[in-house]
């Protein structure tokens, strides 16, 4: 297993800044055998651009499945999808797509934009539960209101932001405070 998506967090934007994102990552592989490996939070900084921070691929979920050969074929990708962007158990997160449990949780942080790079709100780099505006979140599941599968909606990684990062806002919006996990090495 090389990418995973998190479990929820109650912190809101507030992770513990990138080292506590990454502890969270390497914590939760640990959990399911995988924890040998070094794992990144797929998050853009004020410094750091979140595709810099993953390494070179490929990445293959806890179902065995590829989810990308190579971070360009990530940037690349059609949309979310339920069956790739699965947590470090290999179950779907709550979305949009027909049968989801609820609540919404398919609003992912990344603070990034389409291609990887840093947008600018990261909740003051990930160490603020109360700073506005929110970050840039994807959609693990490629869908929007109604099971809208195109675009803004489909991307995975940069769909919109909430109003600010308190969990209360991620929530609102259809998220949960989960966070992307890749494998480095």
Known sequence: MGFFVST???SGGDLGGIAG?????QA???????GGRTWRAYLSTS????RDRIGKGPWVNAKGVTV?????ALHALPGGNPEL????KGNPINGQWQGSPTPIEHDILTGSAADGTA???TCNDWTSSTATPGPQVGHSDGLGPGMNGNAPYNS????HAPAGCSQQQLVAVGGAGRIYCFAAD
């Open 68 to 72: 990308a050969a190579t971070v360009e």
């Open 21 to 25: 994102a990454d502890a969270t990552c």
């Open 119 to 121: 947008l600018a709100a």
């Open 28 to 34: 939760l592989a640990a959990e399911v055998g995988a």
């Open 156 to 159: 995975w990684n940069s769909v």
């Open 8 to 10: 929820p967090s109650d």
């Open 85 to 88: 962007f699965v947590d470090h």
């Open 47 to 50: 410094t750091e651009n979140a």
